[in-house]
């Protein structure tokens, strides 16, 4: 019987599996499960360890997403960004920073050990590593660096800036890549396994991929080759629709690649999936939250169907779990991974 780090590794060298691991992208859902108020698991690195313990221990999945809110958003605070705390919903940047490369300077890589929202999320991966032991992976967020710079500048400015100042996007990149392996090289000494980038910005569903060629490729390549020598796991995460740009997402070094629900797995996996793991790609909305428990297990199956075949496959969620997520619903998600 192989622990679920070598089911995870497995899958990762793309060798034929037996069983099916099944890692749904869950992390602020959880503290339904536990009582916990998300506001109060925001500021209490012990509270978000154990709902995200108690989702794993409750549900049976094969890994922990550690920490809660986006990296990114994280990141964009610790550098400087004013933030929005909703009552009952994840934090959000509520103004960019950087307009010109005057402000550009003063942007700095924050030190995770001592920027305290960083911080939180390194206690939380520690605590949760002490509970579970070596035998389970865990997943780590780290901010994408053209997201990350679409924070420091506003969205709209970098998609404006994309086209009208393409060196600022470029040097407003290289820090955020910068502050991404920073965050990547604390998360792997506090006892995590799987680095996820996660740059949504970065998908065909916002930029074409010649922009994504050009202002994201190069930093995500720079970001996994230094995961992969700290003997890491590089992933890449990006929503929406990735599919014109699967081939360039296989060569960015990541191992395991995160797919959304539009992208057709069976093309992934004729395209990509002799190179990298495919993960994915339950709808989160439409089948995890709103349907029911019979529906997930059909999808999954699907899922299974699509990409397992030879090897080299983790059945997920396409992003991340919304809130409300019916608890039986990703319980059938982990059904259908044990029973193939
Ligand atoms: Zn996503």
């Known amino acids: 019987m192989l622990t679920r780090l070598e089911k ?17 992208q869950i992390t602020y859902t959880t503290h339904q499960l536990t009582g916990v108020k998300m506001l109060d698991a925001l500021k209490d690195a012990g509270k978000m360890a154990q709902a995200l313990i108690a989702g794993f221990e409750e549900i049976g999945y094969d890994g922990i997403y550690s920490g809660w809110e986006s990296s990114f958003n994280i990141m964009a605070e610790a550098m400087g960004c004013e933030m929005k705390y909703p009552e009952n919903d994840v934090p959000c940047v509520s103004r960019g920073i950087i307009k010109n490369s005057e402000d550009l300077e003063k942007v700095k890589v924050p030190d995770p050990y001592t920027s305290p929202r960083l911080l939180l999320h390194l206690e939380t991966l520690k605590i949760i590593r002490k509970h579970v032991g070596l035998d389970v992976p865990i997943f780590n967020y780290i901010p994408g660096p053209l997201t990350l710079a679409g924070l ?13 100042k393409p060196d600022l996007v470029h040097s ?13 090289e604390a998360k ?18 916002l930029i074409s991929p010649k922009m994504f060629e050009t202002f994201s490729f190069p930093y995500l390549k720079e970001i996994f080759t230094f995961i992969s020598k700290k003997d890491g796991i590089p992933s890449l995460h990006i929503c929406g629709n990735t599919t014109p740009i699967l081939d360039k997402m296989a060569d960015t070094g990541a191992r395991i690649i995160e797919l959304d629900h539009m992208v057709s797995l069976k093309d992934a996996k004729k395209k990509i999936g002799h190179r990298v793991c495919i993960q994915g790609n339950v709808d989160p909305s439409k089948v995890l939250l709103m349907g029911d428990p019979e529906e997930v297990y059909k999808v999954s199956k699907k899922c299974i169907e699509d990409t397992a075949e030879g090897g080299g496959f983790i059945l997920s969620t396409g992003c991340e779990v ?19």
């Open 172 to 184: 407003t990149c290289r820090i955020t890549a910068r502050a991404a392996m920073s965050y990547a």
């Open 8 to 24: 995870i590794k497995s899958a990762v060298s793309l060798k034929s599996q037996k069983d099916i691991p099944v890692v749904p």
């Open 152 to 164: 420091l500048m506003g969205t709209d400015s970098l998609m404006m800036n994309i086209i009208k």
């Open 322 to 340: 919304p809130l409300n997520t019916p608890v039986e619903n990703v319980k059938a998600m982990v059904r259908a991974g044990r029973e193939t």
């Open 188 to 205: 792997l000494s506090c006892g995590g396994d799987i680095m996820v980038v996660a740059d949504p910005t970065a998908s065909c569903s």
